[in-house]
């Protein structure tokens, strides 16, 4: 029978066919006295293409002769032979097996065995039909019907087998597809090497790629539209399919948008309620998704509150699992109205002569309306309402909306209203200068009582009192409160300011990137004397700000911000704010004039005018590779090891750690961070003055195993079989232990329950790791080779007596002994001791002691007869070679001859006897003991072949790179040598030259001369490094492209590898995650990467083309005098390129820009003007700006020379001309003389003629360039 499966095995695999196991045990039927049908029905054939069936029988007896089996011409009666209609000589007589096979339902073959003239070569045998096509059929039938009627009769089947070549196709294909998406056809055939051809064909208009392919794809398909794949196997036989195809049409997509929202708290970034647009988009048809990148990578969560700024978001439709184009719709923030309804008082008597002065002071209105008490209403920004009645008190509300009509808000002032006095606060003057007198006057007319109160502590009760000597201490408002008879009383007050004031500027200090100066280093200002607010106007490097309020303890923040142009101030924060670009510092800030509320002017204090800042430089940070940390159950890990890579070595600079990208909770210990708490954390540099950016370090940690040795290991035993780790020790987070044979760890890892080779070894070693954290122990190891005893074997025998021989051991041997007692306690025998049959022994033991007490015992039956028969079990065929086995019973002499009596060559157990390479060899041994008489122990032959099986060179165990291509086999085999995946052999799949991919264990199976050949060898696949693929990348010379991921453009290949940089000064990338591209000049580069292993070296490559940036100009800033005639703003820059454009940023009023080269400003109000030159990206993509110069234009107020002023002066007398200017000319200036000298800005008249006019120019120059 094992044969038999053995052919079986070969035969399938060979004509590459699937068996389909009906009954492999079968049936036996003896003495049946009739007829038995075993019905094997609706057998599953719908895989099939074609099939054959298979049965193997076997009767007990022959069919020729008398006795035996009987068939229908040896009944004594006529028997007819028909199974299914005997006629009555058959019974109880004819002995019959008959097979039929159906394929649905119609019988296609069948087989009688003991019809007329069955031979005995039907006593044993299989049944194969022929080949059938399956065309289409699912199901198939086995009747098999047994005859027989003796006791000594028995009909037996097994392997009831149907071959099935599996080539029959079961279509997969992608549909329902979208649009104009390719149809994949996959025909799924069960076994594609059975078919030898493929046929696709359609009925409608789709292109099918390759016809003949099992898997192939079809383009431009139709609805509805049929596939067919005809299948034709290795018999001829066709079997086909067909699938019908459905298409979805592709979604329609619909532009929308502007999506516009009311910025309400004007912080830049609004909700944006996207699915408002869902039905504008889809047309009312599919789902709308949102996604905030083009390539829809990056979905929105909730697109109905989506918080952005003015942005661009993309959507995308999909319909019956169909998608859309993307389309883009831009968002748009409109500034919403920022109302302050504000009134010129808010308690007001009837009859005072005041109107109520209603005005809106907030931002981004364009329209307004008040609505108030009395029906009042009003669309001006600032409405007058004149106050004649109570009534009118109340609240006055403005609803102020934007420009484009979508953003309203709306602000409130409450006005009280009362009849009270006419009271009225005066005085001789509202500007007076130091040492002046003050006289107040209350001069309503109404009042019987007084009540004034001022600066420094001033009060008095008359109605018009007055202050003499006036200081700076004086200035400020007074206050009068004037009470009628009835007791009704009004207030009116007056502000007073005094001269003589001093002004400087103080504090500041220079500023980290981005960061702002703080309570200790904001700038503050100093005055004396003069009344606040005081309206201050400085420069930055010479570029002056506009003026702005400042209270007397109020100061100023000065900020970086490498975002902006212009420097910029906000005066809505807490504190004023100047913010200031990269192009204006380093930075001098200079106080230029400073005018209090009563429009004095300052002395600015020469020593204390002006504040020097500078823009320090963030200390660099690096992002650290840490290696994995090795922890103990605490989990406690030193940090502090990556600061010295963090820092870049520089041992001046600390780190900073914390736990939270907020850097609000900081490690307070990072030599012993509880790696617990997370394994994310964030550093930064700080070198004294300035934090670095804080970057993420993303940390690996491992538990370290920990392992205590409990025992040793002794024993006597080979092979050794390892024992569980348990057994001989304790490990702490342990993971998966393994031994090693050597302390390098190169002889190992062997597995628990692994056998190993003792010889040799006094030490192995246990090991565990959990990742890189690794531990390993040493274990005494004591285990014994045992001797092995070769002979004699388990008898012993001979004719009235024995003699004990001398025993053959392998290994070494301290001691041996016969015994009657397996644990020798029994009678001991020496070698050469004899044993008679008085003696009555019939078990003896060898025991044999080996090293280390090691003890091994042989138990040996003892046959001592009158006659000794020999025997030995050679099988009667033999593959190739046989190994002579033990001669039982044995006796000292024993032995094999190749002749009659002892001659011819001699043989003993354990020799090797080879065949004839490709012949059969028939021989004959004979045993003989030459030392006992042939009367007691006779001569025995034994006949047996040996014939050529299968003799192949297995490939060796093999590491492959990618691929293992199944090689041609050497040496004897058959024609059914074949791979398979299995012992078996069955569903093996496998032939020369197939490609292995994966880990396999790979038999060699064959069979020849009904020698069976099984090995194995084991494939393992090694996988080729991936480099990634080549890509190929554009940005523009200058573009600071920080964080450049060369890894990710190549598509995150394997890491270890090594990359090759160009040789460009000032580029030597350390990370190349993290890559500045900002130093490459303009040209084309390669950056290689290239991994080289056991597998050879594999490379890709990054090719960049860095492009030069068009010249946009240099940022300049001009001063012009009003008048000045049209000038060339391209000139100004330095003549850049000019394919850009211009764009007015700031400036008192609008510039006509149609053309650059001739820009009038002859007519424009003074003041700074700011335009830009922007040159748009010369690349498409993201790593290339638009390049923008900034030119900025100061329109300066013509110098004022003042009145022509008419003097008289007596002679001698010294004349200081600058007192006799005309009030409000310009200071500075130049005296002319007409035809006389005069001493710097005086004239001494003595020498003078007298009554005679003289003529003095005072001239003012300009400090413009036009």
């Known amino acids: 029978v094992l044969l038999f499966f053995i052919f079986l095995i070969c035969v399938f695999n060979v004509n590459a066919q699937s068996p389909i196991n009906v009954d492999l045990a079968g049936q036996s039927y003896t003495d049946l006295n009739g007829t038995i049908v075993d019905n094997y029905e609706d057998i599953d054939i719908s895989n099939c293409s074609s099939i054959q069936f298979s049965v193997d029988y076997a009767f007990s007896l022959p069919w020729e002769g008398s006795s035996n089996m009987e068939s229908s011409d040896e009944c004594p009666n006529p028997c007819n032979g028909d199974p299914e209609n005997q006629s009555a000589g058959c019974s109880p007589c004819w002995d019959f097996m008959w097979m039929q096979f159906s394929i649905s339902g119609i019988i296609v073959n069948e087989e009688l065995i003991g019809e007329p003239g069955t031979t005995d070569n039907e006593q044993m045998n299989t049944y194969s039909s022929p080949i059938f096509c399956t065309n289409g059929e699912e199901l198939a039938d086995i009747f098999i019907t047994n005859q027989n009627w003796a006791m000594d009769e028995t009909n037996t089947f097994s392997s009831v087998i149907i071959m099935c070549w599996e080539g029959t196709p079961d279509i997969i294909t992608n549909d329902p597809i979208c649009g104009s998406d390719n149809l994949d056809l996959d025909g799924n055939v069960g076994d594609p090497s059975v078919v030898t051809d493929f046929l696709w064909t359609n009925d409608g208009t789709g292109q099918i790629d390759d016809d003949e392919s099992e898997v192939t794809f079809a383009t431009t398909p139709e609805d509805g539209e049929n596939y067919t794949l005809t299948t034709t196997d290795e018999n001829g036989c066709d079997a086909s399919q067909t699938v019908m195809v459905e298409i979805e049409d592709i979604p329609d997509i619909f532009p929308a948008g502007p999506l516009q929202v009311c910025d309400i708290l004007n912080d830049d970034e609004d909700v944006f309620d996207l699915t408002s647009l869902d039905d504008d988009i889809s047309g009312g048809s599919g789902t709308v998704m949102w996604y905030e990148d083009m390539a829809a990578t990056n979905p929105i969560g909730n697109p109905s509150n989506f918080l952005s700024d003015d942005n661009t978001v993309y959507a995308q439709v999909e319909d019956n699992g169909c998608l859309s184009l993307v389309e883009a719709v831009d968002l748009e923030l409109l500034d919403n109205p920022d109302p302050i309804a504000i009134a010129n008082f808010t308690t007001f008597c009837i009859g005072d002569g005041l109107d109520l002065e209603l005005d809106e002071v907030g931002d981004f209105g364009d329209s307004w309306e008040w609505s108030g008490p009395d029906g009042f209403q009003a669309f001006e920004q600032d409405p007058v309402l004149v106050i004649n009645s109570t009534s009118q008190a109340g609240t006055y509300t403005v609803t102020v909306t934007d420009i484009t009509g979508m953003c309203t808000s709306s602000s409130s002032v409450s006005i009280s209203i009362g009849n009270s006095p006419n009271v009225v606060a005066d005085a001789n003057s509202t500007s007076l200068c130091g040492g002046a007198t003050l006289q107040l006057d209350e001069t309503g007319g109404e009042a019987v009582t007084w009540s004034w109160t001022g600066p420094d502590n001033f009060s008095s009760n008359i109605q018009n009192p007055s202050i003499s000597n006036v200081s700076g201490s004086n200035g400020g408002v007074y206050i009068v409160t004037g009470s009628d008879a009835s007791g009704c009383s009004n207030t009116s007050s007056i502000a007073i300011s005094v001269g003589s004031i001093i002004a400087g500027i103080g504090g500041g200090a220079d500023l980290c990137p981005n960061e702002c100066t703080d309570e200790t280093t904001d700038l503050f ?51 004023i704010t100047v913010s200031l670009p990269d192009a204006f510092l380093p930075l001098t800030m200079q106080l230029i004039s400073v005018t209090d509320d009563a429009g004095c002017s300052a002395m600015i204090d020469a020593a204390n005018n002006t504040i020097n800042l500078d823009l320090l430089d963030a200390p660099s940070i690096v992002d650290p590779v840490p290696e994995p940390y090795c922890t103990d159950a605490s989990g406690l890990i030193d940090l502090t090891i990556l600061e010295d890579e963090i820092t870049g070595g ?22 012993n961070y509880d790696s617990n708490i997370g394994l994310i954390v964030y550093a930064i540099v700080d070198d004294g003055n300035c934090f670095s950016e804080a970057i993420e370090v993303e940390l690996t940690v491992f538990t370290t195993p920990i392992i205590t040795i409990n025992a040793d290991i002794e024993d006597c035993v080979d092979p050794y079989e390892l024992p569980d780790p348990s057994d001989i020790a304790t490990i702490e987070n342990e993971n998966s232990p393994v031994y090693y044979l050597d302390a390098a760890l190169t002889d190992g890892p062997y597995t628990p329950g692994s056998f190993i080779n003792p010889e040799g070894l006094d030490m192995i070693y246990l090991y565990d790791n959990n990742g890189p954290c690794e531990d390993v122990k040493a274990v005494n190891f004591q285990v014994t080779i045992p001797p092995i005893i070769n002979s004699p074997a388990e008898q012993l025998g001979g004719c009235g007596s024995i003699v004990l021989p001398f025993p053959d051991i392998d290994g070494t041997v301290v001691s041996f002994q016969y015994n009657t007692e397996e644990d020798g306690s029994g009678v001991q025998y020496d070698d050469g001791d004899e044993i008679q049959a008085i003696d009555n022994i019939s078990l003896i033991y060898l025991i044999v002691t080996g090293e280390n007490n090691c003890i091994v015992t042989q138990e040996i039956d003892i046959l001592i007869t009158t006659s000794v028969n020999f025997s030995a079990d050679i099988p009667p065929v033999n593959c190739n070679l046989v190994i002579l086995p033990d001669i039982l019973p044995g006796t000292p002499g024993a032995s094999y001859f190749t002749e009659f009596m002892g001659e011819g060559e001699m043989y003993l157990p354990g020799d090797t006897i080879e065949g004839i390479p490709n012949q059969n060899l028939d021989l004959i041994l004979y045993i003989l003991d030459m030392g006992l008489d042939t009367m007691c122990a006779p001569e025995v032959a034994i006949d047996f072949s040996i014939v050529q099986g299968p003799d192949l060179q297995v490939p060796a165990d093999t590491v492959a790179c990618g691929i293992y291509i199944l090689p041609p086999l050497i040496g004897t085999q058959s024609d059914s040598v074949t791979y398979s995946l299995t012992r078996s052999g069955q569903m093996s799949g496998l032939n020369i030259g197939d490609t292995i991919t994966e880990n396999q264990l790979i038999f060699l199976i064959d069979t020849l001369n009904t020698c069976t050949f099984l090995d194995s060898f084991t494939v393992t696949i090694q996988s080729i490094s991936f480099t990634g693929n080549d890509t190929t990348i ?96 391209m000139e100004l820059l330095g003549f850049p390129e000019e394919d850009g454009y211009w764009l007015q940023v700031a400036g008192p009023m609008m510039i006509e820009l149609t053309d650059s080269t001739s820009v009038d400003f002859g007519t424009a109000q003074a003041g700074s003007y700011a335009f830009t030159y922007t040159i748009n990206a010369s690349l498409s993509g993201p790593y290339c700006n638009a390049v923008a110069s900034s030119l900025i234009i100061d329109i300066e107020e013509g110098p004022n020379a003042g009145q022509d002023m008419t003097i008289s002066a007596c002679s001698g007398e010294i004349i200081d001309f600058t007192t006799v200017i005309s009030p409000g000319s310009d200071q500075g200036g130049l005296f002319e003389p007409d035809g006389f000298l005069i001493s710097g800005n005086t004239w001494n008249t003595s020498g003078a003629t007298t009554y005679q006019s003289y003529f003095i120019d005072y001239v003012v120059l300009s400090t413009a360039q036009g």
């Open 650 to 671: 520089d041992g001046t600079l600390s780190v900073l750690w914390f736990t939270d990208e907020d850097l609000t909770n900081s490690i307070s210990d990072p030599a």
């Open 525 to 575: 200002f100093t005055f004396s004397g003069g009344t606040e607010p005081y309206n201050i106007v400085i420069s930055v490097n010479s570029f002056t700000l506009p003026g702005f309020a400042i209270n007397l303890n109020e100061t100023i923040r000065v900020c970086h911000d490498e975002s902006l142009v212009l420097p910029d101030i906000d005066f809505s924060a807490d504190l």
């Open 1034 to 1129: 554009q940005i523009c010379e200058g573009f600071d492209v920080f964080n450049f991921n060369l890894m990710a453009e190549l598509g995150n290949p394997d890491e270890g590898g090594h990359w090759n940089y160009p040789l460009i000064p000032d580029f030597n990338p350390a990370d190349s995650t993290d890559v500045d591209l900002g130093p490459l000049p303009a040209g084309f580069y390669e950056f290689n990467y290239a991994i080289e292993d056991s597998c050879g070296l594999q490379s890709s490559s990054v090719f960049l083309e860095v492009v030069s940036m068009p010249f946009s100009g240099i940022d300049s800033v001009f001063a012009l005098c009003p008048g000045n005639p049209p000038i060339n703003l």
